[in-house]
C-alpha cells in the first residue's frame, strides 16, 4: 500500500453492502475487520451496466478458488478483465457456488426472512438505480470450497483472519459491489457474521504496471456495444447515483443474543481438545457454535449439505 493515496473508506456491517465507483487504476480494498468472514462481490462497467462480472469466464480461464495474478472477466461478448487481484493475503476464494438467496435458507432450514446475499446485493446497487434482476453470481472472497472424492461441492471452515485483505486493480471504470455474505447458519463464514473494511486507493505507477492495454486483446471475438447488430438497448447504460437513495437493507439491524450453556466436565475439556487444534475457533464458545451447526447441518438441514469439518474433526 506505500505510495497509494486513501480516496474512500467505508466499513460495512453485518446484514449490508454498499456500491461504489472505482476508476481504472484505482485499487480496491477489502479487509477483514475480525477475520473469518466471506465478501460476496460484483461489478459493473460504470458505463455500460449491461457488462458486468462472469463467474464462467473467471471460472474458465483461473480454476475454482482465483487468487493473486488472477483477472475477474466480464460475461460475453465483453469477455475481458474487469479487475485484477494484485493481493491476496489469504488465497481462499471461490467461483464456484452461486450467490446465497432468500429461497434456500427457507428450503434447507425453514428460516424467512433471513439474510442472504441476493438482497443485500440488491439493495446496495439500488443506489445507483439497479434491480434485484441485475445481481448477478459474485466472487466469493474468503470463501473456501471443493469438490470431493464424489464429485459433489463442499464449503469448508473460513481461514481468514483479522488484518487479511485483497487488492483489486480496476481495468476499466467499474462500480463495485461487494457485500457482508449472510449465510451464518452454513459454514461459509464459520457461522458467525462480522463487519469487513473497503478501502478505495488512487493507484501507484507500480500498480499501472498491471493494467491491461485499453484495446481488446482478442477484437475479432470481443465486442463492444458499437459492434451489435442491435446497440440500442431500452434503458439507461450510463450508471449515475440517485440522489434520494437511502439504505433500506434487509433484516437490518441484526441482533445478536448470547445463550449460556452449562457443560459437564468432560464436555468441557472436549471443547478445549478442539480450541487446542486451531480449528474450530479460539474459545470454548467458537467451538461449542461449531460443534452445533455441524451437527444440525448433518441432521436438520434439507436438500444438498455443502460441509466438510476439518480432518481433527473425525
Same mark, same amino acid.
Given at each position: ?8 473508506? #467505508? ?48 471460472? #474458465? ?11 475477474l472477466w466480464s460475461a460475453p461478448p465483453r469477455d475481458r478483465p474487469m479487475l ?33 446475499? #441476493? ?16 445481481? #448477478? ?78 484495446e481488446p486483446r482478442f477484437p475479432r471475438t470481443q465486442r463492444s456495444v458499437s ?88
Open positions: 500500500m506505500s505510495g497509494r493515496t486513501l480516496l474512500t473508506e #467505508h466499513r460495512m456491517e453485518p446484514g449490508t453492502g454498499i456500491a461504489l465507483p472505482v476508476m481504472r487504476g484505482q485499487v480496491l480494498r477489502i479487509s477483514q475487520v475480525v477475520g473469518g468472514q466471506c465478501a460476496d462481490f460484483n461489478a459493473f462497467n460504470l458505463h455500460d451496466y449491461k457488462e458486468h462480472f462472469h463467474t464462467g469466464r473467471t471460472r #474458465h480461464m483461473h480454476g475454482m478458488n482465483p487468487t493473486t495474478g488472477a483477472h485484477t487481484i494484485l493481493a491476496d493475503t489469504c488465497g481462499s476464494n471461490d467461483v464456484m457456488y452461486p450467490r446465497c438467496s432468500a429461497m434456500l435458507f427457507d428450503m434447507h432450514f425453514g428460516l424467512s426472512p433471513h439474510t442472504n446475499c #441476493h438482497d443485500i446485493q440488491a439493495e446496495a446497487q439500488r443506489a445507483y438505480a439497479l434491480t434485484p434482476d441485475d445481481v #448477478h453470481d459474485s466472487f466469493n472472497f474468503w470463501m473456501n470450497t471443493g469438490i470431493d472424492g464424489d464429485g459433489n461441492p463442499f464449503i469448508a471452515p473460513n481461514r481468514s483472519r483479522e488484518g487479511d485483505f485483497v487488492d483489486l486493480l480496476a481495468q476499466i471504470d467499474v462500480l463495485a459491489v461487494p457485500n457482508v455474505c449472510g449465510a451464518d447458519v452454513m459454514q461459509t463464514s464459520n457461522f458467525a457474521l462480522k463487519p469487513l473494511l473497503v478501502q478505495v486507493f488512487e493507484g501507484t505507477e507500480e500498480d499501472h504496471t498491471h493494467l491491461e492495454p485499453n459492434d451489435f447488430r442491435q446497440p440500442v438497448i431500452k434503458a439507461d447504460r450510463a450508471l449515475v447515483p440517485d440522489p434520494g437513495y437511502a439504505p433500506e437493507f434487509t433484516n437490518v439491524p441484526l441482533l445478536t443474543q448470547r445463550v449460556p450453556v452449562t457443560l459437564d466436565a468432560a464436555q468441557a475439556a472436549a471443547l478445549d481438545d478442539m480450541v487446542a487444534t486451531g480449528l474450530f475457533g479460539t474459545d470454548r464458545a467458537e467451538a461449542l457454535r461449531f460443534a452445533f451447526f455441524a451437527w444440525y447441518i448433518q441432521t436438520h438441514m434439507q436438500g444438498p449439505r455443502h460441509f466438510r469439518a476439518p480432518a481433527a474433526a473425525t
